[in-house]
Every structure is written in structure tokens, then in C-alpha cells.
């Protein structure tokens, strides 16, 4: 059935605020009237981790930093901005994080900035504020730089601690792809990015960053800059990185769109409070193919020939030692010519006749402050003031403007929050209000393995931190899955205890990524078009953040330069895998729109002809198609597309939609009796590609204490309605904004509860998908 009342090309959407401020009640997020807010939406975007002109890993052309931009990065257009801005809205977005990576502000020197690319951010924040979207920039970083095999800093940062990133693959400083076995398409290989956190480079960086002063203080700069000279590299470091984004805060300061920042995607703490120099927690941090331990990477670094074990994937443990290599027989070191070893340096081991030997405070440096040898913690001693310190930087930068400062504070993968308040870092009045607690989660176990069976599923986290009742963390079909991680999302608030115990200022969780990898299961999809571990999937990490309560989230993540290479431009691999697909960075393959036509209903590039198309287990997929443009490129449109309470005129008890029914059930709790109409009033976005030419019953509820309020039911159509549902309920049915809007009476009391359930009615052959128009399924 075609849409009825206004042309698919109209349909817009009511997700939109304010204002975003701290509930005066609750841990979550409230606008200008003390309604419940829920921001959801996506990062933008996986390639704006590197550059324009992306030469590959090992080359000349990679360490020529002459040309470097990211202008252009997610859109090539201002006009490109506006129309997937507008698009994104239409689906339900309200929220961007917008990944800004350090080499990108400050690409060649020191001090200096790319303003044209700082012009080009501007507009594209811009774009979005009059689209109705708000933003927060991602200070985005991937294991230190794109020259240790991530994204984030630029060349020069490794050239000031005197590093020289040319000879890290030699050195096994980091993990790089071979230039003969990579591409500019993302190919899925042994290996994985994040096992660079504990390589030499990567490592030493973080440790200087964060703590230049204390374990590495005769590393001082000494060059021509006469405001750095003689300070130590961790100093300039922190100081140089702080104000590169505050300096991008300042030109967005006019934008009142803009929410604040994320200070830094996933930090690490490289060497700090590292039990023993010979070995790392597996648990912790991942191992596979070349692993040294800290010991080992610094002699490799100094040029010592060193004997270094390799790890395969296995289970039930993630991997094992399958051999040992002598590594850097050449005598190749990390050190650029007249640098000083740093660690030698500070006699954390010496080298003599290619012999090592440990310094005099033995294999725990790191472990122990140098001067008062009591135990650091990373956390406290050393993250905490940087972001706090950072978060001032930002206020000043914003101050007089429109611009927010709210601070979207990560926790380090796997190690849970950090302590916010404490006798180190006590509270400050007004600049403590505007904190998000900002954590990350991913199914570990799919991502590592590439492979999802819902079949059994098994709660990771809970193993790796040592539980040994396999099972029960061992969940079994998909609504196990869905079950599996809803526990796992569950856990962020009792975070809260922890992170900011004691704080009178409630503090929201954003679920800063979660995603899901399209190329698991031997990329089935892109042979086969089936969809269906995807859709999964992805259905099962929404459903589970709903089902943990109200949390916001920012899904990872919008590519619009994802695609598929296909078996003409396979290269030699690891994983012989057949197609080359993916966000163009580290073999991911998250965007959640693709010019893929096996995995898209209506792809981002030329589809009509396509021989492999979409569906889920032998049901096509082709509901998108009834809208024209609206939902081309996006994958996985029937779990992403979801209905939810953007504005809640209360306390949220549950926000929940059962894809297979097509059901959404709503319930809250009013906090305070009386109040303006808008601050009685609930907002909800009601998606087309569900709802829109289908019968659809809408049941209301009252429960006043005591006694239960008669509502009426309705069987909607998809076009302009508004009624009373009980004397304390009216609303209003607008297709054209895709939205469903409730006010209740003021005369309500607190503790009253309402709710609404929104289904749609469709025959089972058509299992949600309706039918095609302009000849996608002829």
C-alpha cells in the first residue's frame, strides 16, 4: 500500500530540543521544561579517522604530511550536509557525535591549524542546527595516531618525544598492514588494531601524555618553540592537545546546537600502573600475532634482536601462543638519529652487547611512583585532572557564547569508570553540573571472532572478569541475545555509584558506541543477501539498551564512502577473505548505510540491476522502497528505524519496541502535578517505514493511585488525527512529522502513571516489509 496522505518526499520528523541540561530529579538528560530527554543518534563518521588523500600504511607517501586535509570529511558539499542532515532527522536522529581527529585540527606543526578545515567543521554544525540535530564533537583517537595503525594525533607529536614512526613496523612498535597485502578497501585480516595499545610506540605515548612528569621527567623539549623549551614532552603534549580543541570550540561557540565534547574516544594508559615490564593482563588487553611484552618492545625499540612469542585466535580463551620469532635481527631502533632513549634514560633498562637488563626499580617502573613509591592510579592521579583541566579549557573557550559544555567522560575500555570526585579532584561548583557519563560497549566475542551465532550466546565481560558459572552467562536463542546484552548495558548505572558518588547534580549515561560488524560470518551477507545475523543483531542491541532503562546512545557509526570492492580487487590476506568492503579504516565494517545492493534495500549508488538483493532468510526485504529516497543506503532499516519518547513529561519506566509485532509500549510516571502544557507534554517519534500504510491500534492508559482511569483505544490511519483519550489525556497523530504527541491534565497527581502502545497490523506473509514500487522487486 502506498502512503496515503502526504508524499513520501515530505516526511520530516519531530525529534527536536531546546535546550539539554541535567534532570533537576533524575540520572538523565531534561530540557528547558524538566521533561525527560533521550538522545539518540549516530557518530559521524568512520572515514573522517583519515584523511582526504589516504596513501597505505608503510609507504613514502604515508609519512609526507605535506598535503594532509580532512576537509571534505563525512561530506563533500555543503549541499551534501544539508541533505543527510535532513535525512538522518527523518529517521529519528537527534543526536551526532562528530568525530574530529587531532591530526586533523593540527596536521603538520605545532600551534598550527588547518582553518580551512576548522571553516568547513563550522558549517557542517551549522548544517545540522538547521536541520534540528544536535551535536557533540568526538576528540577521536585509535590507539595514539593513524601511524601506529589508528587515527588521532599527528606525525609530529611522535617527533617531539623523538620517535621515528618509519621504523615502527621493524621494531614491532606497531602493528601495520603491509603495503603488498592492504588496499584503500577495508579487507578483514589476523590483524586487529587494538593490540597496538600495548606496543612500544603506542604505549610510550600515552605514558608521556599522561605522565611525562613522573616517569619519563629528562624527557624536555629543547627545540626553537621558546614557550615550550626546557618543559617536559608530557606537558606540551596535553597542553597542545587541549587547546587545539578548545580553539575548535571557540569558532563553535555561536552554534546553540552544540552540546560539548568528548575529550578523547577510548583513552589508554599506556605503561602507567603496569604491574610487571614482562607481561600484560590478556584479560585486559588483547593479544594476537606479535605480542612483546613491555620489556621486550623497549629492547626491540633500542635495536636489540629480540625472541618474541606469536599469538593465534583459540577458544575458550581468546588466544594462545602458537610460536616464537627473533624479531629485529636488522638492529633497527624506534629513535630517530640523536635522540635519547627515554627509558634508558630513566634506567628503566639498560643495554649492553645487546643484553638487557632491568634498572634498578626492577619490572615495576610503572607501578610505583618514582619519588614517593607509593602505588599510582591512572584514573585518579593522572585522567581525571587532564579532563578536568580540558573541560575548563572548553568552558572558557564557550563562555559568552551559544554553545554547551557539557563533558561526555569515557571510562578506559574494559576498566570501568574512573572516580570523578575525590580528594585529588574534589568538586567545583558549576563546572561539575554539565557531566555525561559516556561509556563504550561491543559484543567482544563477535567482533573478535568475526562470527555471530545467536544460537548460544555467552556474556564476555562476566567471564574475563573471572566468573567461572558458565552458566549462567550463557544465553540461548534471540531473545537469549537480547537478554545477554541488556545485562551487560544494565551494568552502566551501577557505574554511577562509583563514578560520581556523593554528587548532588544527577548524571545522564550516553552510550557513547555500540555497533555491529557487517562482515561477520565469512561476509555472508555480501555473497548470499541475507541479512539476517546482521539484522539480529542489531535489533538485539537496541532492544537491550531499551530494555536497560533510558538510556541514550550514539551508534557507531554513518560512512557514506562505504562499499563493496567485490573479488575483482581481492589482495592477499589472512582470512582469504572474498570481498574487500568496509568503512575504509582497519578492516571495520560498521556504517550502518552502504552502496552495497546485497545489503541494502535501496543502496547509496546504482542499484537496479543489482543480481544479489537484500533479504531475511528467503524474505525480501522492500519496505524502503516505498518512500522514495528517504531511507536509500541504510542497512538494517527495520531495527534502526525505531519508534521511542524523545520528550517525556515524566519519569520513563519503559520505552520498548518488539520488532517481530511491530509493537511499541510506552510507560511513565509523573514526577510534579500541574506544570505549563509543554512541560505536560510527551513527544514521541512514530517512524513511517513501520507505521505508514497500515492499520494501527493505539491503546492509552491511566493509572492514578487508587484507581484506574477508563481510556479509549483507536485504529489509526496515517494522516492528521487528534482526540481525547480520557478526560486526563488528549492527542495528536501527525504523519507528516512521523510523530504521536500526548498532554496530560494538570490536575494529575504525582506518581500517576500513563502509557501507550502504537501497533501495527499486518498480515503475516508481509512480515513487515510491504510492497515494492519503481521496480526494486518486480
Known amino acids: 500500500m502506498r502512503p496515503t496522505s502526504s508524499s513520501p518526499s515530505s516526511i520530516s520528523s519531530n525529534v527536536t530540543f531546546d535546550s539539554v541540561r541535567p534532570h533537576p530529579e533524575l540520572h538523565a538528560f531534561a530540557d528547558a521544561h524538566g521533561r525527560t530527554l533521550l538522545l539518540r543518534g549516530l557518530n559521524v563518521s568512520g572515514d573522517a579517522k583519515y584523511p582526504v588523500l589516504n596513501p597505505l600504511a608503510g609507504t613514502p607517501e604515508f609519512y609526507d604530511v605535506s598535503n594532509v586535509s580532512y576537509t571534505g570529511k563525512p561530506f563533500k558539499t555543503p549541499e551534501q550536509a544539508e541533505d543527510w542532515w535532513e535525512r538522518l532527522r527523518s529517521w529519528g536522529v537527534g543526536v551526532v557525535r562528530l568525530v574530529v581527529v587531532w591530526e586533523a585540527l593540527e596536521p603538520r606543526e605545532m600551534g598550527v591549524y588547518d582553518e580551512e578545515y576548522i571553516s568547513y567543521v563550522h558549517m557542517l554544525v551549522r548544517k545540522a542546527e538547521e536541520a534540528g540535530l544536535h551535536v557533540f564533537i568526538d576528540g577521536h583517537q585509535d590507539v595514539w595516531s593513524r601511524f601506529t595503525g589508528g587515527s588521532g ?3 609530529w607529536t611522535f617527533h617531539l618525544a623523538g620517535l621515528d614512526p618509519t621504523k615502527f613496523s621493524a621494531t614491532c612498535a606497531a602493528s601495520l598492514d603491509a603495503p603488498k597485502t592492504s588496499s584503500t578497501l577495508s579487507t578483514p585480516s589476523g590483524r586487529l588494531w587494538p593490540t597496538n595499545y600495548s606496543k612500544f610506540a603506542v604505549a610510550t605515548m600515552f605514558t608521556l601524555f599522561f605522565a611525562g612528569e613522573v616517569f619519563a621527567p629528562k624527557a624536555v623539549y629543547n627545540g626553537a618553540n621558546a614557550e615550550f623549551f626546557g618543559k617536559n614532552v608530557g606537558h606540551i603534549l596535553r597542553t597542545l592537545f587541549t587547546r587545539a580543541y578548545a580553539h575548535l570550540m571557540a569558532r563553535l561557540k555561536d552554534c546553540s546546537n552544540v552540546l560539548g565534547v568528548d575529550p578523547m574516544n577510548e583513552p589508554h594508559p599506556g605503561y602507567i600502573g603496569l604491574a610487571s615490564l614482562h607481561y600484560f593482563n590478556e584479560t585486559t588487553d588483547l593479544h594476537l600475532g606479535y605480542m612483546p611484552n613491555a620489556l621486550q618492545s623497549m629492547a ?4 636489540v634482536p629480540t625472541d618474541v612469542p606469536y599469538y593465534s585466535r583459540s577458544w575458550p580463551h581468546p588466544s594462545r601462543i602458537t610460536r616464537r620469532d627473533l624479531l629485529n635481527e636488522g638492529h633497527f631502533t624506534a629513535w630517530l638519529p640523536g635522540a635519547s632513549d627515554i627509558w634508558q634514560d630513566e634506567r628503566v633498562f639498560t643495554v649492553s652487547n645487546d643484553t638487557v637488563e632491568l634498572g634498578p626499580k626492577g619490572v615495576s617502573y610503572f607501578l610505583n611512583h618514582p619519588i614517593t613509591g607509593e602505588r599510582v592510579d591512572f584514573e585518579r592521579d593522572f585522567y581525571v585532572p587532564f579532563v578536568r583541566s580540558f573541560h575548563r579549557a572548553v568552558i572558557d573557550a564557550v563562555a559568552g557564547g551559544k554553545a554547551g559544555s557539557w563533558l561526555f567522560v569515557e571510562p578506559v575500555p574494559n576498566l570501568g569508570p574512573p572516580v570523578w570526585t575525590s580528594p585529588a579532584s574534589p568538586p567545583v561548583k558549576g563546572e561539575d553540573d554539565m557531566i555525561c557519563y559516556a561509556p563504550h560497549w561491543y ?3 563477535a567482533l573478535y571472532e568475526k562470527a555471530l551465532s545467536y544460537t548460544v550466546s555467552f ?11 558458565f552458566l549462567a552467562h550463557t544465553y540461548f536463542g534471540r531473545p537469549g541475545l537480547t537478554k545477554n546484552y541488556a545485562t551487560n548495558f544494565a551494568r552502566f548505572w551501577s557505574h554511577l555509584s562509583t563514578f560520581r558518588a556523593g554528587q548532588s547534580t544527577p548524571t545522564p549515561i550516553l552510550i557513547g558506541e555500540t555497533g555491529v560488524p557487517w562482515d561477520i560470518n565469512t ?14 543483531m542489531t535489533d538485539a542491541i537496541f532492544h537491550a539498551m531499551e530494555r536497560a532503562g533510558a538510556l541514550s546512545w550514539t551508534f557507531w557509526n ?5 562499499h563493496t570492492g567485490g573479488t575483482a580487487t581481492k589482495v592477499a590476506n589472512e582470512t582469504a577473505a572474498p570481498f574487500q568492503s568496509g568503512d575504509g579504516w582497519n578492516s571495520e565494517d560498521f556504517s550502518i548505510v ?5 545489503t541494502t534495500e535501496l543502496p547509496l549508488g546504482h542499484w537496479r540491476d543489482a543480481g544479489v538483493r537484500p533479504h531475511v532468510n528467503g524474505v525480501p526485504m522492500r519496505r524502503a522502497a516505498l518512500f ?3 531511507y536509500r543506503g541504510l542497512r538494517a532499516a527495520p531495527a534502526f528505524i525505531r519508534p521511542y519518547p524523545f520528550a517525556t513529561a515524566g519519569k520513563l519506566l519503559k520505552s520498548e519496541f518488539l520488532l517481530d509485532a511491530c509493537r511499541f509500549e510506552l510507560e511513565f510516571q509523573v514526577l510534579k502535578a500541574g506544570g505549563t502544557q509543554k512541560a505536560r507534554t510527551t513527544e514521541i517519534f512514530v517512524p513511517a517505514y513501520h507505521f505508514w500504510g497500515r492499520k494501527v491500534l493505539v491503546k492509552f492508559w491511566v493509572h492514578v493511585p487508587g484507581k484506574e482511569l477508563k481510556a479509549a483505544d483507536f485504529v489509526m490511519k496515517w494522516d492528521f488525527l487528534e482526540d481525547t483519550a480520557c478526560a486526563a489525556l488528549t492527542w495528536r497523530w501527525e504523519c507528516a512529522n512521523q510523530a504521536l504527541t500526548l498532554v496530560h491534565a494538570g490536575g494529575l497527581p504525582e506518581n500517576t502513571k500513563i502509557g501507550v502502545t502504537v501497533e501495527a497490523e499486518t498480515e503475516e506473509k508481509d512480515m513487515g516489509w510491504g510492497e515494492a514500487v519503481g521496480g526494486w522487486f518486480a
Open 153 to 155: 594525533a599527528p606525525l
Open 300 to 303: 626491540l625499540a633500542a635495536g
Open 443 to 445: 559484543d567482544i566475542r
Open 459 to 469: 556474556d564476555v565481560l562476566s567471564l574475563a572478569a573471572g566468573s567461572r558459572n
Open 523 to 536: 561476509q555472508n551477507a555480501y555473497n548470499t543477501g541475507n541479512i539476517n545475523h546482521q539484522l539480529t
Open 558 to 562: 554513518l560512512t557514506l564512502s562505504h
Open 594 to 598: 552502504s552502496s552495497d545492493p546485497a
Open 628 to 630: 522514495g529516497d528517504l
